[in-house]
């Protein structure tokens, strides 16, 4: 288990945990969590536990209130049951896929092609992409538990910007899937994006946007970070490497099928031996559960309202999801109810 750190409220500095005291922490957690059935107990295995612990800085209390939102998010959204049919739509140009390569340490890959967004519809891209984080998590080896995400910023332009698109996707990965990050190269990113990332930022903790490397093709030192991150031989071309086949919509879906059928052993108990027993609930309903986070959150967690840190208040978003400064149109509404519908919540940022 890795080493943890305690923010000390008095000084600021950072206090490492022993490994003793993460495992406490772990399991004072896992008893306040209480009984679960099977899916939710799996997802609660102590490397789970841990990630949303790092997450909130070690509080037991903020790790707790995270843990319940997400297996109340994972009971109504059910990532894990999206399949090809579903999302396959969104998948056509390449704008997100796992690659076929991993990183010199063994992690997933996800590429990303902003400026290849062949979809109006938010709900239709946050899902995707939870399908592709879901994925991703399925294909790494059992010694990893992070990803990484390539960005290839070609043929981007202003149009291609959103920052409603930008706070759902913030909201999922770091609410839902904290700690899964562990690195972000933005690749050719052109001088029009640096404003937009400047107020991007204001959704992320440190501890994520840190994560987020800045790379150009024609920068010896920047380069460097790809070059030592990744076999060039297996790299696309596109990222500077010697792979020139690039994306092939037909053998990707054939490999997502395949990946759909092994997705229901992932999440039992014979393919997750870590994860802890608990008595059978197979029946139980989402409101039998103790998963009532309102309770567990400080005083000082509950901003009603607040804006992220370095948002002013009359920044808002119009309804073509573009950034307007005083006097604009309203968050459009556009988009009804649905399961698979994320809520964004600006306040109570978590690491990603």
Known sequence: ??????????????????????????????????????????????????????????????????????LKWRVAYKPEEIRWEEIAHEAHTGKIYRSSYVDKHGRTVLVMRPSCQNSKSIKGQIKYLVYCMENAILNLPPDQEQMVWLIDFSGFNLSHISLKVTRETAHVLQDHYPERLGLAILYNPPKFFEPFWMVAKAFLEPKTYNKVKFVYSDEINTMKIVEDLFDMDYLEAAFGGKDSVGFDITKYAERMKEDDKRMPSFWTRASSPSAAPQPDLASATLDSLNLDSNSDASDDDKTEGSMPHGIDSDTVFTDENTLVIDGGKKESESESEDPHRTDVKPDDKAHA
């Open 1 to 70: 288990m890795s080493e943890g750190v305690k923010r000390s409220s008095s000084n600021g500095f950072e206090k490492p945990l022993t490994t003793e005291h993460q495992q406490e922490k772990v399991n004072e957690v896992r008893r306040l969590v209480g009984p679960l059935p099977e899916k939710l107990s799996i997802y609660c295995s102590d490397a789970s536990i841990e990630r949303h612990l790092r997450a909130r800085n070690w509080n037991v209390k903020k790790a707790l209130k995270m843990l319940k939102e997400t």
